[in-house]
């Protein structure tokens, strides 16, 4: 039995998450979704035969991209909802179970209509209720996190919980039911990771799109300021994860 992790980029893996979940002796099943579907890489399960819970992570495919895997991996984290699997989704992945649970996503938008994105480290702040969830147990009121997204949740799915919300994006958390979480920022990601998608969005081919960043110093040292309590918050998430949420009955044995 495992933990089934759909990663659709070689650069989005589990970061902190999945360190924290080796140490807690959790073994992850990761399908590489990136890659072309082989006997050595199969991409999303037909069956949840040896499935103790899902998390589906980031990417840069967007809901409703004709992927190889995009339709099947919906429908898939629906049936996993549906068996009541603890579930997590973080950015696409959040998405995804939004709208496969029957939320609307959408690309983000300012009020005059132009296209915009959340990219880079920004305050998310909580709402009251948060406060009593256990997976945000310790999570101060207001925290930087890190963003890297063009669309949003514009709907929740019906029943969900908004835990958290941004300036920009005010569905940044929610629940739904007792084991489904959806997160659009990036508490996984590690410095490097977070080094990495900062300068790659400084190139200069991406300088006249949405997701350009004009002075990439000035975003790294904005990152490294906010990093210390982002990595402290993210490491508290991914142990209220790890112990509350994710399965413990399965370890592996030294």
């Known amino acids: 039995m495992a933990i089934l992790v759909l990663q659709h980029d070689s650069d989005g893996s589990l970061g902190r998450l999945g360190a924290c979940l080796r140490d807690h002796g959790q073994a992850c099943d990761v399908r590489r979704l990136w890659l072309p579907e082989s006997p050595g890489n199969p991409h999303v399960p037909t069956d949840f035969d040896n499935v103790d819970a899902v998390i589906s992570l980031g990417g840069r495919a967007n809901v409703g991209d004709h992927t190889p895997w995009m339709a099947r991996e919906i429908a898939f984290l629906k049936e996993a909802h549906e068996r009541r699997l603890p579930l997590v989704g973080i950015c696409l992945g959040a998405q995804m179970i939004a709208k496969a649970l029957g939320?609307?996503?959408?690309?983000?938008?300012?009020?005059?209509?132009?296209?915009?994105?959340?990219?880079?480290?920004?305050?998310?702040?909580?709402?009251?209720?948060?406060?009593?969830?256990?997976?945000?147990?310790?999570?101060?009121?207001?925290?930087?996190?890190?963003?890297?997204?063009?669309?949003?949740?514009?709907?929740?799915?019906?029943?969900?919980?908004?835990?958290?919300?941004?300036?920009?994006?005010?569905?940044?958390?929610?629940?739904?039911?007792?084991?489904?979480?959806?997160?659009?920022?990036?508490?996984?990601?590690?410095?490097?990771?977070?080094?990495?998608?900062?300068?790659?969005?400084?190139?200069?081919?991406?300088?006249?799109?949405?997701?350009?960043?004009?002075?990439?110093?000035?975003?790294?040292?904005?990152?490294?300021?906010?990093?210390?309590?982002?990595?402290?918050?993210?490491?508290?998430?991914?142990?209220?994860l790890a112990e509350y949420l994710l399965p413990v009955g399965r370890r592996i044995l030294a």
């Open 103 to 240: 939320g609307e996503v959408g690309p983000m938008a300012d009020a005059a209509g132009h296209q915009i994105t959340e990219c880079g480290m920004a305050t998310v702040r909580q709402h009251p209720i948060a406060n009593t969830d256990i997976v945000l147990a310790g999570v101060p009121w207001t925290t930087p996190q890190m963003h890297a997204h063009g669309h949003e949740i514009k709907t929740p799915p019906p029943g969900a919980t908004v835990l958290q919300f941004s300036d920009k994006c005010r569905v940044q958390s929610f629940r739904i039911g007792l084991r489904t979480y959806g997160f659009q920022y990036h508490f996984e990601w590690d410095w490097p990771m977070i080094e990495g998608f900062l300068w790659a969005m400084g190139r200069a081919e991406m300088l006249d799109t949405p997701w350009g960043i004009a002075d990439t110093h000035a975003a790294i040292a904005d990152a490294k300021a906010g990093y210390p309590e982002f990595a402290r918050v993210g490491d508290r998430m991914c142990v209220n």
